[in-house]
């Protein structure tokens, strides 16, 4: 099944950016909201138990957010 999955990931990497767009929406509206909220309330916990273990990596905010600030840049450089 992961290779059936792969193969489609792969394929619809390779469509224009606006086919791509509506897939990805198509794909988002289709999962239930209440399965949505559970992932990230999965995600949360696992994060907040790696915190407690001493095993979660924590970056300064200021250095998010100047990477963050730096791919911007990079992205709107790139579709000129």
Known sequence: MFREVD?????????????????ADK???SVPDD???R???DEAKKRIDEYRRGEAVLTDPSET???TKK??????RSKR
Request: hydrophobic share 50%; charged share 35%.
């Open 27 to 29: 794909l988002y509206g």
């Open 65 to 67: 957010f100047a990477k």
């Open 7 to 23: 193969r489609v990931i792969e394929e619809a990497l390779h469509l224009p950016p606006e086919d791509r767009i509506r897939v």
């Open 35 to 37: 399965d949505v909220k």
């Open 71 to 76: 791919m911007i840049a990079e992205a709107r």
């Open 39 to 41: 992932v990230w309330l």
